[in-house]
C-alpha cells in the first residue's frame, strides 16, 4: 500500500515539476551547450539567414492576341554564400489556360505548374519565360493570372549544422593583443566595483543602524538606484557628467574647483600629481566603476542591515560595562559578526560584476577603455558581426565563471561547516 | 577634562549645523537665488551660543518646548543678518535647525562627563552627515531626471545649473516633454508592451513555478538534491553567454521581434529564482495542514490551490513583485531579440531614441521618469514583499 502511495508521489512530483525543467533546459542549458558548438564554428551573423530559393512573377500581354500571355518568373537564390540543392518550383493557374512552350524541366498538369530547377549556386539568377494560352480562345486576365503566387522550395545545408569545426575562434580571442588588456581592465573593473559596494554598503548599514527620525523611508531611498530600471539611470548619469552641457563640470567649473570640462566618460587616461609622482589613472574606466558602487551598493547595504540587526545587544552592552570606544566596538564586535556575510557577498558580487554587461554598455559602449569580456562578446558577436568568436569569448566568460563558483561553493561549504 | 569635553560638544554640534546650513544655501543658490552674503562666520559663532544653551537648559524644560525655541531663535537670526529671502528659504532653515536641535536635545552635563563622550558625539553627527551625504547622492540624479524632464530646450542650453521647477508656467506648459513622447514618439505603445511583457512573465512563472516548489519542497523522488542545488547553480549564469546562441536559434525560428520569444526568454531566466524563493516559503507551512487535507479527501491539485496557495500569498507576492521588477527592468534580451519599433519595450525604446535617433534629453528624460516611476511606486508601495524579494534573489544582479 504504502510503496503504491511512493509512485503516485513520485509520479506527481515528476508531472509538477516537468514543465519548468523542459523550459529551463531548452531556454538556459541548451544555449550554454550550443555556445560550446558555435564557438567552434565558422559562423557570421549573415550566414544566420537560412537561405530561400525566391521568385518573382510579371505578366506581361502579347502585342495583337488577347488569348496569350507571358508569364516571367525572376528566380533567384536570396543568399550570397550559399548554394540551395533540388530547388522545386509549383504554381497555379486558372482553369482553360495551357502552356505553349513548356521546357523539359517543367511539367503542366490539371491546372498546376511543377518545376524541378536542380541545384542553384550562391547568388544564382534566372529568368523563366512561359507562353500560355486559353483553349476556348477567350481572353485571358492579367489580374487573374497574377493573383495567384509561386511556390518554392529546396534544401540548404544549414551552417549551424555541419559537421566543419575550427580552432581559429578561440586562437582570435586568445592571440589578439588586447586580449590581457581585456583581461586586466575586467578584473580592475569586476574588483574595485565589488569592494566599492560593499565598503559603501557596510558605512550605510552601520548609519541606517542607529535610530533616527525617518529611518524606514530612508531604507526605502538607499534601494532606489537598485530597483529603478538601468537604461533610465545610466542615460541620467550621461546627462549628468557630460562635458559641455552636464550638470557636474558646469557646478565644478563654477565653483572654481576646475578650469576646463573633464570628459569623465569619454577620456581614457587622466594624469594625477600626487606628492611629485605623476599616476596616470583610467578616467572611463574609475567613472564606471563609481556608478556601478552608486547602483549595487544598496545591495550589499540590505545584506549588511539584515546581519547587523541580528546582532546580540548583550555583547555592545558588556562592551560598554568594559569601557571600549566606539572605534573598538566596531572592530572587536561588529566586523567578526558580518565577515561571513561580506565574504560571500563579496564572491556573488564578483561573479556578477564579472558579467555585468548593461551598465557599461550604456554608458560607454566599451570605448575609452572600458571594454570587459561581456561587451566583448557583444562587438564581436554584433558589431563585427563574426557569431563564432563572440561566441568563443562567452567560452572564456564560462570558464572563469565555473572557477569563481567552484571558490564559492567552496567558501559556502566550509561556512556550513563551521556553524 | 569636562571643559574640554564641552568645548569638542560645542565645536563639533556647531560645525554641523554649519554644514547642513551651507549645503541648504547652496541648493538655494541652484535655484536661481543669489546669495550675495553667507554670513559664515556670524552663524557659526550663533551655532556656538546656542549649542552651550542648549547644554546649560538640560533636561529642565520640556525636551519639545526646548527644541522650537532654539530652532527660532536660530531662524530668526538668520533672517535678520540675511536680506530680502523669500519665506520658503527661512522655513528651511527652520526645519533645518529644528532637525538638529531635535538631534542634541538629549546632550546635558551628565552626558558629556562619560567615557568617551567626545568620540560617541563625533561618530553621532557623522552619522547624521552620511546620512544626509548619501541620500543626496542618492536622490540627485533621479532629481536631476525629473527637472530636466520639465524644462524645454532653450532653457536648458541657457543655464544648466538652474535646477529650479517653474510651476508657473501652467500644467500642459510645464508636462510639454510628456505629452510629445506619448503622442509623437508612440511612448503609450511601448508603456502597453511593457506592462504585458511584465504581467505574462509573473502569471507564466508562477503557474510554472508554483507546482515545482511544492514538489520539491514536499514531495519525495529520486534526483530531488540534485535538483535544488542545481537551481542555484542555472541562476548564476548570467544573461551575455546565452545571448549568441539564443540569438541564433530565436533568428531561425523567426521568434525575434515577437512578445512571444521575449516572455519565454523572461520566464525561463526568472523561473530558478521564483522556485528557489517559493519552496523555501513551502517548506515553513506545517505538514500537519496537508495531512488534514488529505484525510478530507482531497488530490494533489486540491491541496496545492485549497491549502497551500492561500498560506503562502505573502511569499507569493514578493516573488510575483520581484519577477515583476525584473521584467520591466530587463534590458539586454529587449535589446538583442527586438529591433522593430512596433515590438519596443520601454528600456529599448528609450535606448533606441539615445542611439538611433538625435532626440532632445528633455525627452530622453521624459521617457526615463516613465519607465522608472512605476516601478518606484511598486517599490515604495509595497516596500515590504520588494525586500524579501530581494534579499532572497539577490544572488544575481
Redesign the interface.
Known amino acids: 500500500m504504502s510503496s503504491k502511495l511512493?509512485k503516485i508521489?513520485?509520479r506527481?512530483?515528476?508531472l509538477?515539476?516537468l514543465?519548468?525543467?523542459l523550459?529551463?533546459f531548452?531556454?538556459?542549458?541548451?544555449?550554454?551547450f550550443?555556445?560550446i558548438w558555435?564557438s567552434f564554428k565558422n559562423?557570421e551573423l549573415k550566414d544566420?539567414?537560412?537561405p530561400e530559393p525566391r521568385a518573382k512573377k510579371l505578366v506581361k500581354s502579347i502585342n495583337d492576341n488577347p488569348n496569350q500571355i507571358k508569364v516571367i518568373y525572376k528566380l533567384r537564390n536570396s543568399s550570397l554564400t550559399q548554394e540551395i540543392t533540388n530547388v522545386k518550383f509549383k504554381d497555379k493557374y486558372p482553369n482553360n489556360i495551357e502552356p505553349i512552350n513548356l521546357n523539359n524541366k517543367c511539367q503542366f498538369k490539371s491546372n498546376l505548374l511543377k518545376c524541378e530547377l536542380g541545384n542553384w549556386p550562391k547568388k544564382y539568377r534566372e529568368n523563366l519565360e512561359i507562353v500560355f494560352q486559353n483553349t476556348k480562345n477567350k481572353e485571358i486576365l492579367k489580374k487573374e493570372i497574377k493573383s495567384y503566387k509561386p511556390k518554392l522550395s529546396g534544401n540548404s545545408q544549414?551552417i549551424?549544422l555541419t559537421y566543419e569545426f575550427t580552432l581559429n575562434n578561440f586562437k582570435k580571442v586568445i592571440k589578439d593583443k588586447s586580449f590581457v588588456d581585456l583581461l586586466s581592465t575586467t578584473f580592475y573593473y569586476t574588483f574595485f566595483g565589488t569592494l566599492g559596494a560593499i565598503v559603501f554598503g557596510i558605512?550605510?548599514a552601520?548609519?541606517?543602524n542607529?535610530k533616527?527620525?525617518g529611518r524606514?523611508f530612508?531604507r526605502?531611498?538607499?534601494?532606489?538606484?537598485?530597483?529603478?530600471?538601468?537604461?533610465?539611470?545610466a542615460?541620467?548619469?550621461e546627462?549628468?557628467l557630460d562635458p559641455t552641457?552636464?550638470?557636474l563640470n558646469?557646478?565644478l567649473i563654477?565653483y572654481q574647483i576646475i578650469d576646463g570640462p573633464i570628459n569623465l566618460l569619454g577620456q581614457k587616461y587622466v594624469t594625477l600629481n600626487i606628492l611629485g609622482f605623476d599616476f596616470k589613472l583610467r578616467l572611463a574606466l574609475t567613472t564606471v566603476i563609481i556608478f556601478e558602487i552608486?547602483r549595487?551598493f544598496p545591495?550589499a547595504f540590505?545584506?549588511i542591515l539584515?546581519r547587523l540587526q541580528a546582532v546580540p545587544k548583550e555583547l555592545y552592552e558588556a562592551a560598554d560595562v568594559d569601557?571600549a570606544?566606539?572605534?573598538q566596538k566596531f572592530l572587536n564586535i561588529t566586523l567578526p559578526q558580518i565577515l561571513a556575510v561580506i565574504s560571500i557577498l563579496f564572491m556573488?558580487r564578483f561573479?556578477?560584476n564579472f558579467?555585468k554587461?548593461?551598465d557599461i554598455f550604456?554608458l560607454t559602449g566599451g570605448a575609452s577603455g572600458t571594454r570587459t569580456f561581456?561587451i566583448n562578446?557583444?562587438q564581436q558577436?554584433?558589431s563585427i558581426g563574426d557569431?563564432g568568436v563572440?561566441?568563443a569569448v562567452?567560452i572564456v566568460?564560462?570558464v572563469f565563471?565555473l572557477i569563481f563558483?567552484f571558490i564559492y561553493f567552496k567558501l559556502l561549504g566550509k561556512r556550513a561547516d563551521e556553524n | 577634562m569636562k571643559i574640554k569635553n564641552i568645548f569638542t560638544y560645542c565645536f563639533i554640534s556647531s560645525l554641523f549645523l554649519f554644514l547642513l546650513i551651507c549645503i541648504w544655501k547652496i541648493l538655494v543658490t541652484l535655484q536661481g537665488i543669489e546669495l550675495t552674503n553667507f554670513n559664515f562666520n556670524k552663524l557659526f559663532i550663533f551655532g556656538i551660543i546656542l549649542c552651550a544653551i542648549n547644554l546649560l537648559i538640560g533636561k529642565k524644560l520640556n525636551l519639545n518646548i526646548k527644541i522650537i525655541i532654539l530652532a527660532l531663535l536660530f531662524s530668526i537670526f538668520d533672517y535678520f543678518i540675511s536680506i530680502n529671502l523669500p519665506i520658503w528659504y527661512s522655513l528651511g532653515i527652520f526645519l533645518i535647525s529644528l532637525?538638529f536641535f531635535?538631534?542634541i536635545k538629549n546632550y546635558d552635563k551628565n552626558f558629556l562627563s562619560k567615557?568617551?563622550s567626545s568620540?560617541?558625539l563625533f561618530?553621532n553627527f557623522l552619522?547624521?552627515f552620511?546620512?544626509t551625504l548619501?541620500?543626496f547622492?542618492?536622490?540627485f540624479?533621479?532629481y536631476?531626471?525629473l527637472v530636466?524632464s520639465l524644462k524645454t530646450q532653450a532653457l536648458?542650453?541657457l543655464n544648466?545649473?538652474d535646477?529650479s521647477i517653474n510651476f508657473t508656467q501652467g500644467l500642459p506648459e510645464l508636462f510639454k516633454s510628456y505629452f510629445i513622447v506619448f503622442k509623437d514618439y508612440n511612448f503609450g505603445k511601448f508603456m502597453l508592451t511593457s506592462t504585458i511583457v511584465s504581467l505574462g512573465t509573473v502569471v507564466i512563472t508562477l503557474i510554472?513555478?508554483i507546482?515545482?516548489a511544492?514538489?520539491?519542497a514536499r514531495?519525495?523522488?529520486?534526483g530531488?538534491n540534485f535538483?535544488s542545488t542545481s537551481i542555484l547553480?542555472?541562476y548564476?549564469?548570467?544573461?551575455?553567454?546565452?545571448?549568441?546562441?539564443?540569438?541564433?536559434?530565436f533568428?531561425?525560428l523567426g521568434l525575434r521581434n515577437s512578445i512571444e520569444g521575449l516572455l519565454?526568454?523572461y520566464?525561463?531566466?526568472t523561473?530558478?529564482v521564483a522556485?528557489y524563493m517559493l519552496q523555501g516559503y513551502f517548506k515553513s507551512i506545517p505538514k500537519e495542514l496537508e495531512e488534514a487535507g488529505i484525510i478530507d479527501g482531497q488530490n494533489?491539485i486540491g491541496i496545492i490551490f485549497k491549502i497551500i496557495l492561500p498560506l503562502s500569498l505573502p511569499a507569493i507576492s514578493s516573488v510575483a513583485l520581484y519577477v515583476f521588477?525584473i521584467a520591466?527592468?530587463e534590458?539586454?534580451f529587449s535589446l538583442?531579440f527586438l529591433d522593430r519599433p512596433n515590438t519596443f519595450t520601454?528600456?529599448r525604446a528609450?535606448?533606441f531614441l539615445?542611439v538611433g535617433a538625435e532626440t532632445p534629453?528633455q525627452y530622453?528624460?521624459a521617457?526615463?521618469?516613465v519607465?522608472?516611476l512605476p516601478?518606484?511606486i511598486i517599490?515604495?508601495y509595497f516596500?515590504k514583499y520588494?525586500?524579501s524579494g530581494?534579499?532572497a534573489g539577490?544572488?544575481?544582479?
Open positions: 511512493a508521489e513520485k506527481t512530483a515528476y509538477l515539476i514543465p519548468s525543467i523550459l529551463v531548452s531556454i538556459i542549458l541548451f544555449p550554454i550550443s555556445n558555435i559562423v544566420l539567414r537560412i544549414n549551424l558605512l550605510a552601520q548609519m541606517v542607529q533616527f527620525f524606514t530612508m526605502s531611498v538607499l534601494l532606489f538606484p537598485y530597483v529603478a530600471p538601468v537604461v533610465a539611470l542615460y541620467t548619469w546627462l549628468l552641457s552636464g550638470t558646469n557646478l563654477n552608486w549595487y545591495l540590505l545584506f539584515a569601557g570606544n566606539p572605534v556573488i561573479i556578477w558579467n554587461f548593461e550604456l561581456p562578446v557583444y558577436g554584433f557569431i563572440g561566441s562567452s566568460i564560462v565563471l563558483m | 532637525f531635535n538631534n567615557n568617551h568620540q560617541k561618530f552619522t547624521l552620511g546620512i548619501f541620500s547622492v542618492i536622490l540624479p533621479f536631476m531626471m530636466t536648458l542650453l544648466p545649473l535646477f510554472f513555478a507546482p515545482a511544492y514538489a520539491v514531495l519525495n523522488f529520486f530531488k535538483l547553480i542555472i548564476l549564469f548570467p544573461a551575455i553567454v546565452l545571448v549568441i546562441p539564443l540569438y541564433t536559434i533568428s531561425q519565454i526568454v520566464t525561463a531566466t523561473l530558478p522556485i494533489w521588477m520591466w527592468n534590458f539586454l538583442m520601454l528600456s528609450i535606448q539615445n534629453r530622453l528624460m521617457g526615463s521618469v519607465v522608472t516601478i518606484l517599490f515604495v516596500e520588494l525586500v530581494l534579499t539577490s544572488v544575481k544582479g
